[in-house]
């Protein structure tokens, strides 16, 4: 099948030149002369490359290449200006340009250029395929995993959620208790009412009971109207009560009479409500030796313990991390912002960490080097200092990850060691740019480029006056 590309520009004798270059290489060629008519054409057929000239009226090239991204068109973009300098360079990567080269470009460069990101458009194109094809094997509702453990606890929520038996789930912070709560009511005839949700270790007795009884106009100071509780809302339903490890010995007495009973009275209320609700508990902590403790009654535990999950760390099942981090990546990633990948060492990093947040902390890390990330790869330096300590960045390259093809791996080992030299170099001499320049034996233009590049800001260098 040929590789169909997409150039635009406004002056025809532009994309007459580009055909005239790509189409001997085996390229089949279509022009757009404006950058509206680019967008209609993208939308009736399938391209795998778009040529954009950056200046042109009405719609530029930053408009395109900006709704080619909006519109997550799977197309790869290289952009073309006569007026082109390191600024616009960088902002039209910025927006999700694959390259950016200068008119007039020599046509080898060019055709260099445009199979590269062919290629490279290729292979996230394929990656994408393998990840849905991932995603469907180890994918669980909302959930993600290819642990053994996991897919226990999977088979266990298919199992048990076709029941109405109250459940226990008991896990770390951040290792996905509401997840699993919300597996539970997706999979029982509950679902076709609501799955409501109460954090009980964030409110005090008296707003705990209102919020999960709800109460009567005037039953205390503010009380301007009735107010319908949690249990009352999730009639029908599951209700999932977070942290209930947290609750006082009063509130555990009155939840208990809820369940044993299956009413309730609205706080200043005196008829009893009949409510329908399956139960589903969690905690960061072990009931069991709360009881033992004497600060959590035995008789609710086991009220709430008649089917257990227990939810592993994120310490306990490693092989999760790359599977994770790659969802979290897809997840977060933007066309300003458009990552392809994670490079070897930083995937070696996130494997290495302890987690001790679990899931929702990976989330937060990836999502953290998203955001700071320029160009279309995650590397280590990327992430937060408590995952990837800085004094272990200098030490020299990562291991060499054979998975990984030769060029990505080489492109991954010059980012670390330019970045790191550039950071070094730059606090040796106070963050002059010119003094960098002659000791690295490039121009001062060059070096600009290296810094913007790599996220390098010169303030982080000054050294204050006086020293």
């Known amino acids: 099948m040929k590789r169909r590309i997409l150039t635009v520009d406004d002056q025809k004798l532009g994309c007459d030149y ?5 189409e001997p290489e085996g390229y089949e060629i279509e022009a757009a002369y404006d950058g509206a008519t680019a967008l209609e054409m993208l939308q009736e057929g399938e391209f795998h490359l778009v040529v954009t000239d950056l200046r042109m009226p009405d719609m530029g090239g930053f408009e395109l290449l900006k709704a080619i991204r909006d519109r997550r068109v799977p197309v790869g973009v290289v952009v073309l200006t006569a007026y082109g300098d390191a600024s616009e360079a960088l902002q039209a ?19 260099a250029v ?37 897919r226990r606890i999977f088979d266990l929520i298919q199992h048990v959620g076709q029941v109405d038996s109250t459940v226990l789930i008991h896990g770390e912070t951040g290792t996905g208790k509401e997840l699993v709560a919300q597996a539970l009511h997706a999979v029982n005839e509950r679902r076709k009412g609501r799955f409501v949700a109460l954090n009980c270790a964030v409110l005090n007795d008296a707003l705990l009971e209102s919020e999960l009884f709800g109460h009567e106009r005037g039953a205390f100071t503010g009380a301007e109207r009735r ?8 009639d029908g339903g599951t209700l999932l009560l977070d942290e209930i490890g947290d609750i006082s010995p009063a509130m555990q007495v009155k939840l208990l009479r809820v369940l044993q009973s299956g009413t309730l009275e609205r706080v200043g209320g005196r008829d009893p409500i009949k409510v329908d609700v399956r139960i589903v508990a969690a905690t960061h902590k072990r009931l069991e030796d709360e009881v033992r403790a004497g600060r959590f009654r035995a008789d609710l535990y086991y009220r709430l313990k008649v089917v257990r999950i227990d939810l592993p760390p994120l310490r306990e099942r490693k092989e999760d991390i790359p599977l994770l981090a790659t969802h979290f990546v897809e997840k977060h990633a933007s066309p300003a912002n458009p990552i392809a990948r994670i490079d070897g060492g930083a995937m070696q990093a996130l494997s290495q960490h302890s987690w001790p947040g679990n899931v929702r ?29 800085r004094a272990a960045r200098g030490a020299g390259p990562d291991p ?13 080992l010059v980012g670390q060691v330019e970045r790191e030299y550039f950071r070094r170099v730059m606090a040796e001499h106070g963050g002059n740019v010119a003094r960098t320049a002659r000791h690295s034996g490039l121009s001062r233009r060059s070096v600009t480029q290296k810094l ?3 996220g390098i800001e010169r303030a982080e260098f000054k050294k204050p006056r006086g020293e």
């Open 361 to 389: 902390e990976l989330e937060n890390a990836v999502a953290s080097a998203v955001a700071m990330a320029e160009g279309s790869v995650l590397h280590r330096d990327l992430l937060p200092e408590s995952v990837a300590p």
């Open 93 to 111: 990567m910025k927006a999700g340009a694959d390259d950016f080269l200068r008119k007039p470009c020599q046509p080898g460069h060019l055709c």
């Open 18 to 22: 580009l055909r005239q270059v790509l």
């Open 114 to 150: 445009v199979a590269k990101t062919l290629e490279r458009r290729r292979l996230i194109d394929d990656l994408a395929q393998l990840r849905n094809k991932l995603r469907g094997s180890y994918s669980f509702h909302t959930m993600l995993s290819q642990s053994p453990k996991m």
């Open 400 to 412: 060499i990850d054979i998975d990984a093809r030769l060029p990505d791996l080489l492109d991954d």
């Open 452 to 454: 913007q590049k790599y």
């Open 227 to 234: 107010k319908i509780g949690r249990f009352e809302r999730a």
